[in-house]
């Protein structure tokens, strides 16, 4: 089974960056935790992965203040 991509729904592209964010491009939303949906207003957004940032679901580069995971 192939997945084939369709002219009405935008390509995301997805990067994990290391020790970071998740970064979106093409992206129009996000659903946070509580299943709220979120707009994106810009081409390029960071996402946290730490848990920390104080802008979930957006990264506010906590995650640099925090002792690396191995």
């Not at 369709?6 to 093409?26: A, I, K, N």
């Not at 659903?31 to 996402?47: F, H, S």
């Amino acid at each position: 089974m192939s997945a084939a991509v369709r002219p009405d729904e935008p390509q995301v592209e997805v990067t994990l960056c290391p020790g970071g964010p998740m970064l979106l491009r093409g992206a129009t939303h996000v659903i946070d935790d509580d299943g709220r949906r979120v707009p994106v207003e810009r081409p390029v957004v960071a996402l946290c992965r730490c848990d920390k940032s104080g802008r979930k679901p957006w990264c506010d580069g906590t995650h640099k203040l925090l002792p690396l995971e191995i």
